[in-house]
């Protein structure tokens, strides 16, 4: 953009201002002053300048933290067009960089003078800011909307912690990954190895689509777990091995304790969510997913699962079958649990599976206590009553645990599962 305008015989600088920013500038629509000259070239040189400290202007009336000369404000735009310049017009090119220079200095003398030398050097072409690349990035991403949109997540946290490309090596990579395993009361991201591995896949992605496009170099992969990561991640695996990582059974007099608040609070939609998940040990998206034409008050199919082995049937306990009655007599919208809202990923258990995080939340119990437990606490109170692991995976929707079983047999049968199920029992309160 030239900035230029020709008024009689002279050239003027003029700038747009900013609907919102108007108001604090005393109403200007434009910035309109003469450059003194009749030569363009001259003109333009002097443009640039006059444009450069009304940017300034603008950015501080829009309530900008810094001074005038903020970090990298315009910088892209200076940077695109030197590098027209420097193809085209190499004196005008020289007059920009002048200016340029002339705004590090001035952010320099302000007390700014990292900003400064980054400043100077994106704009001169020195440095490669990383943030402007993400869109083309993301926009070759071929995923669920819902795992492209963390993904996007985890490429932004990277692209703010490093902001330049050319700052990014296995030495300063190590320390991103020490900032994200920090507690947050220590000025880091709290994450476990899991959220760490997931972040350093984003940047992966992001760097191996900088290389593609020329902007990083080839020959350096600096994004690889440190062995830091992998050590705890080992020590993650074995702990999970022996049982002591994952979700935290509810007691059965707990279950009945939550039904009661959500009864307490109105919330008759979580009430029966809680009902079926205390008396199938079905997943909350398999619950939320059941349709009025797979269910009957004498039996529910789960068609809808993430696994092969939890497509099945579940015998309708006999405390569950008035509370099936009703919500297939009640559903407006073909699905058992009537009214819910879908995501924008489609998933129809997303708000009221918060609406029981909060639940719990108020009711003492911490992050290891989630819907899942419920399911948990079936398969407990079936192990207690006697039901063979076989059977209680047929009815739960797990893998079989031994090959023979898992490979040849076709499950146990409807009334199997019906006479195991019935042994499910809570305490009254």
């Not at 090119?93 to 003398?109: F, H, P, R, T």
């Not at 402007?132 to 070759?140: A, G, I, R, T, V």
């Not at 896949?201 to 290389?211: E, F, G, M, T």
Request: glycine share 8%; with cysteine; hydrophobic share 35%.
């Amino acid at each position: 953009m030239s900035h230029l305008e020709r008024r009689a015989n002279r050239w003027y600088a003029v700038l747009t201002i900013p609907k919102e920013v108007r108001p604090k500038l005393n109403g200007k629509i434009r910035f309109v002053k003469s450059t003194g000259t009749a030569d363009k070239r001259i003109a333009q040189s002097r443009a640039y300048a006059l444009v450069a400290q009304w940017k300034d202007q603008i950015a501080k009336a829009q309530g900008g933290e810094e001074a005038e000369g903020s970090f990298l404000d315009g910088v892209l735009e200076y940077r695109q067009e030197l590098e027209a310049l420097r193809r085209n017009d190499r004196d005008q090119y020289e007059a920009l960089a002048g200016v340029i220079i002339e705004k590090a200095e001035k952010l320099d003398a302000q007390g700014y003078p990292e900003d400064a030398q980054q400043l100077a050097r994106i704009a001169l072409g020195e440095q490669t800011p990383i943030a402007p690349e993400l869109k083309d990035w993301s926009d070759n991403l071929h995923l669920k909307p819902k795992t492209a949109e963390q993904m996007e997540k985890d490429a932004k946290r990277m692209a703010t912690h490093f902001e330049i490309i050319e700052a990014i090596d296995l030495e300063s990579v190590r320390e991103w990954a020490k900032t994200l395993m920090l507690p947050k009361d220590q000025d880091g991201h709290g994450y476990g190895v899991s959220s760490v591995k997931r972040c350093f896949s984003a940047a992966r992605s992001v760097w191996h689509h900088l290389q593609e496009i020329g902007k990083a170099p080839a020959d350096r992969e600096p994004f690889k777990l440190p062995s830091f990561v992998q050590r705890q991640e080992r020590a993650t695996a074995s702990k999970n091995r022996n049982g002591s990582k994952g979700w935290s059974a509810f007691e059965p007099i707990d279950v009945v304790r939550l039904r009661r608040a959500a009864m307490d609070d109105g919330d008759e939609s979580l009430v029966d969510l809680i009902d079926l998940g205390m008396y199938t040990g079905a997943r909350i998206e398999e619950l939320c997913s059941l349709r009025t034409g797979d269910s009957s008050p004498d039996r529910l199919r789960i068609t809808d699962s993430k696994t092969n082995a939890g497509i099945r049937e579940i015998p309708v306990h006999r405390e569950l079958k008035s509370t099936v009655k009703r919500l297939l007599a009640e559903s407006k919208d073909g699905y058992l649990l009537s009214g819910l809202t879908f995501n924008k990923y489609g998933d129809r258990s997303n708000a009221i599976g918060k609406r029981f995080g909060r639940l719990k939340v108020r009711h003492g119990f911490g992050s290891s206590y989630v819907f899942h437990s419920i399911r948990k606490t079936v398969v407990t109170l079936l192990e207690d009553a006697g039901v063979s692991e076989n059977l209680t995976a047929d009815i739960v929707g797990h893998e079989k645990p031994r090959i023979t079983y898992g490979l040849y047999s076709g499950g146990h049968s409807l009334d199997s599962k019906f006479k195991a199920i019935q042994l499910l029992k809570y305490p009254k309160i």
